[in-house]
């Protein structure tokens, strides 16, 4: 224990489970939420309203990376404090951030300020009737922006203080309240300005809430504004990198859709990006996973190397034991998926496209776990620096896959950028946790087995015979991953958290929240 009574022990596994639960029903219940939300509003606003108001949603989403990763960045500092018994620091740390995202912030209003008449007279193909509306409405959002950049740092120090069942209990309501919203203001008006303006208050309501939050987790926060110039700088260096990753991850997503529709057709994107936007849904997992280990390898790698290391191996091995059956599923059966939701067109151009993507989604999600180490101890640069130098190859290796395969060859190329990336940050993970190395001939074995299943499964062309080779491949791999791929210590965690039903544990979960 600390001066202050916080724990600087790593947590256990259950409340690492705990966490990452939290996290995936903060993420996919606003997503459930807009699933029933929008066919009515679409109906209620038009297709013209409805198209403006996705675009409100996207500046929002957008600006966000005005924060500049300080968000992130306070995160990593505020977490390796407290693992140091450091917590006199959060309050100068705290406000110092506050500030610098607050003046952020109305950078990002000064710009879409600026740009809004443009964007609501010639950008966008607006009717001349609704182009007064659409510029209050984009200035609406404009005057939002320092709220909504703030907003990170709030949940920045709420989660280096791993309160991520508080972070989630707001994010849900309010992040549902984002399609709910509309549809409150549908039976009064049908304008876009009032679903805007009650979009804004959300975002107040939201804020607000991380912020009481935010001084009832940190009590000192209450004593008064405090100013730290000398936090300035690592501040500044650390977001600085994380934002250059922030920057380039979502192009190298979707690069590979515009470079379809320019060296083949527009038509074809449609086959490409429907299965990429399935495939990505998949990333909800790691990044629920990695929100909660990210702080964690801040607070104690400093101290606590070895199990810092150990967590770290611990968590990539959960994570491909976890994720590789739905990965099986979804290639087993993306065929009749498609056939069913779209149609037997989209089954037989879209299937070839999916099992690439998901064979790439695989691999992608296990670089989260040394991508969110390496800026968890400090080092954001060389996750920055590999994406600057990833990128363009990146697209001269689609470009010539396109060329060579067509469609498919663009999910070729997305699955062997996923391959080399995780190599790259691996080889540089193990350099600052040589622990891992132990690890690697696990870790590759289960890879070429899981490589081995998917290749199986896709070669089995009747339905009846890819039920046959995915329920003996998840059988194989169940085995394979209980007794080989788990250590002693893996299956301990894994029935203490499958115990983790009794009373106490509900009265733990009630008294951290």
């Known amino acids: 224990m600390t001066a202050e009574g916080t724990t600087t022990s790593l947590p256990g596994g259950k409340r690492i489970a705990r966490n990452t639960l939290w996290n995936i029903i903060g993420l996919c219940a606003p997503i459930l939420v807009a699933v029933f939300c929008i066919p009515p509003m679409i109906r209620g606003l038009g297709n013209d309203q409805f198209g403006l108001l996705s675009l409100v949603w996207m500046l929002v989403g957008y600006f966000t990376i005005f924060d500049m990763g300080i968000g992130r960045a306070l995160t990593r500092i505020a977490a390796e404090r407290i693992g140091q018994g450091r917590e006199q620091d959060l309050p100068a740390l705290f406000w110092t951030s506050c500030v610098i995202m607050f003046v952020l912030g109305l950078v990002a209003t000064a710009i879409v300020w600026?740009?809004?008449?443009?964007?609501?007279?010639?950008?966008?193909?607006?009717?001349?009737?609704?182009q007064a509306e659409t510029l209050r409405s984009f200035r609406v959002v404009a005057l939002s922006l320092p709220v909504v950049v703030m907003t990170a740092g709030m949940i920045g120090i709420l989660e280096a203080r791993q309160r991520f069942g508080v972070?989630?209990?707001i994010r849900v309501p309010l992040g549902s309240f984002t399609f709910i919203g509309p549809?409150?203001?549908?039976?009064?008006s049908k304008s876009l300005f009032p679903v805007v303006l009650i979009l804004l208050a959300g975002r107040l309501v939201e804020w607000l809430s991380y912020f009481v939050m935010c001084l009832r987790e940190v009590p000192e926060l209450r004593h008064g504004f405090r100013w730290s110039s000398k936090e300035v700088k690592p501040l500044m260096c650390t977001g600085g990198w994380i934002t250059v990753s922030t920057l380039i991850m979502p192009f190298m997503v979707h690069i590979d859709r515009f470079l379809i529709g320019s060296l083949l057709t527009v038509?074809?994107?449609a086959y490409y990006a429907t299965a990429s936007e399935i495939v990505v849904k998949l990333l909800v997992f790691p990044r629920a996973w990695v929100s909660v280990l990210f702080p964690t390898f801040a607070a104690h790698f400093g101290q606590r190397q070895g199990q810092t290391s150990d967590l770290f191996a611990r968590s990539l091995g959960g994570l491909m034991g976890m994720l590789l059956p739905v990965i099986l599923l979804v290639v087993a059966f993306a065929p009749e998926g498609f056939r069913l939701w779209l149609g037997a067109d989209f089954a037989v151009q879209s299937t070839?496209?999916?099992?690439?993507l998901t064979t790439g989604i695989f691999i992608y999600c296990l670089t989260y776990i040394p991508f969110s180490f390496l800026q968890g101890i400090g080092r954001p640069d060389i996750p920055a620096r590999i994406h600057l130098v990833e990128f363009p190859l990146f697209v001269v290796l689609a470009v010539v896959m396109i060329r060579a395969y067509g469609v498919s060859g663009a999910a070729m190329a997305w699955a062997i950028r996923a391959l080399l990336e995780f190599l790259v940050m691996l080889y540089?993970?193990?350099?600052?946790a040589p622990v891992?190395?132990?690890?690697?001939?696990?870790?590759a074995v289960c890879g070429m087995v899981a490589f081995f299943m998917i290749a199986l499964i896709v070669s089995c062309g009747p339905l009846v015979a890819r039920c046959l080779a995915v329920t003996a491949s998840l059988a194989a791999w169940a085995a394979l991953a209980w007794f080989y791929l788990f250590d002693e210590a893996d299956r301990g965690e894994l029935f203490k958290i499958?115990?983790?039903?009794?009373?106490?544990?509900?009265?733990?979960v009630n008294t951290e929240l």
Not at 428 to 432: A, P, T, V
Not at 500 to 507: H, P, R, T, Y
């Open 498 to 508: 499958v115990r983790a039903k009794s009373k106490s544990e509900i009265i733990e």
């Open 167 to 169: 972070i989630n209990l």
């Open 114 to 130: 600026m740009i809004s008449p443009w964007l609501a007279t010639s950008a966008l193909r607006v009717p001349v009737e609704m």
């Open 183 to 188: 549809l409150l203001v549908l039976p009064f």
């Open 428 to 432: 540089f993970s193990s350099r600052f």
């Open 267 to 269: 038509g074809a994107v």
């Open 436 to 443: 891992i190395r132990r690890y690697v001939v696990r870790w």
């Open 352 to 356: 070839p496209i999916m099992r690439w």
